[in-house]
């Protein structure tokens, strides 16, 4: 039987958020993750960007209408804080844009429904470390599918060939700290747990960030079959498309500022910039051509605001210097908006065929329990050290001050962090009920919290003893 595909089409969405800071009232309960020097600087950045926005409000989509379709792949280009993430942050339910409509094949989404057919990819592999590629897949497996175990078993092997993974699927995940398989790896399993349960769309955050070229057009390249063959609909997000990749889209949408400023395909795009006058390198890379010029053009803009204002001019940048002629031929002729024009997408016919929305969790409560519980003991029995690490603290705490129960170091609360992330990931996409990994997570942890009780108290016990009945 012939798979049904999912067109998926946005209409006037406008997504918009507050920039003024709010304290939470919990402040002192939440951990701030320590930042690197990137995200230091990201974060500066951001709240230049934030400081541009008036009485608060920031529009990070204006009016964007897209369409994906079944068995293509649809690219979210643009500069950097284009607002690239965002469409895919909307279709995977985690924000919701204040107007505009998002349909699937021609019906309104139903967010519920539409989680259960989609797989969201996030930039961030949120994975166990400690688990094995073959594990992790099947824990996905257990937790998505209703399928019998042989069954199960052969889905995540033919899954693990599909993806390349065979010679490490027993080797594990690893992170910072675990030795595990390549950061290439990693992404293909974090593909493969969000494609377990099959579905018809899949949104991938930045696929191919922090990969070198190689693995980032294995990773197209394995979209495009994926979508070609099985009729899945793609879209992905990503920030500099070499010319390789660019060359498997089926058809791009370019935003800057949150706008759009080119939905078609990437042919298209260079007949719209030659149409501009635009003097357009033959062999050229025009989706690169198009963010660099978007990124000159906003320089340029910035320099006439601030000449505008009065201010000194703003140093010079690399970005200017590297536009030189072509930079400046661009930059007198056009803004932003003039530079390109909207493209509408040829309407194709689409089956209006209903979606095939399976309903509710794939297991019982009590299967999800056990599988939740298995996985449990599984990270437990494999974080050895860090248990015993905890196990001679609370020793050694209840000898000298019996005090301090909880204080945990920052790989603890760093695996803790990094749990919490997969859960929430888990749970927001209907893998299972939160209520099971609780009862699971309780039936794992709490023989292990009363063993370190009887620890803790048993020092302590003889120590006040001793003071009491000999005076010591
Ligand atoms: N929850 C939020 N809080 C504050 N700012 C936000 C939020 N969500 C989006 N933004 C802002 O909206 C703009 C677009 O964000 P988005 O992440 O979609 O851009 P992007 O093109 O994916 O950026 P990058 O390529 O840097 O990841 C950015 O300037 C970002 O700072």
Known sequence: MKKHGCEIEAINVNYKIGTQKTESPFKIFCRKPAKNRQEVGQESEEEARAEKTSNGVRHVLKDVNCRAKPWEILAIVGPSGAGKSSPLEILAGKVTPQTGSILVNQKPIDRANFKKISGYVTQKDTLFPLLTVEETLMFSAKLRLMFPQAELSSRVKSLIQELGLSHVSKTRIGDERVRGISGGERRWVSIGVEVMHDPKVVLLDEPTSGLDSTSAIQIIDMLKIMAKTQGRTIILSIHQPGFRIVK?????????????????????????????????????????????????????????????????????????????????????????????????VADDEISNMATDFSQDFANSRLRETIILTHRFSKNIFRTKELFACRTIQMLISGIVLGSIFYNLKDDLTG????????????????????????????LVYLPFLLILAILFTLPLYWEVLAVHVWGM
């Open 248 to 344: 498997l889209f089926n058809s791009i949408l370019l935003l800057a500022n949150g706008s759009v400023l080119h939905h078609g395909t990437v042919d298209f795009l260079g007949v719209n910039l030659r149409l501009m006058d635009l003097d357009l390198p033959l062999h050229v890379n025009v989706v690169e051509y198009a963010i660099d010029s978007i990124e000159i053009i906003q320089q340029q803009e910035k320099c006439w605001q601030v000449q505008k204002e009065g201010l000194p001019p703003l140093p010079a940048t690399g970005l200017e210097k590297k536009g030189d002629d072509q930079g400046e031929v661009r930059n007198s002729k056009f803004t932003l908006h003039q530079l390109f024009q909207q493209a509408k």
């Open 415 to 442: 695996a803790e962090e990094r749990e919490r992330e997969i859960v929430m990931k888990e749970t927001s996409c209907g893998s299972y009920r939160v209520s099971s990994y609780a009862i699971a997570n309780g």
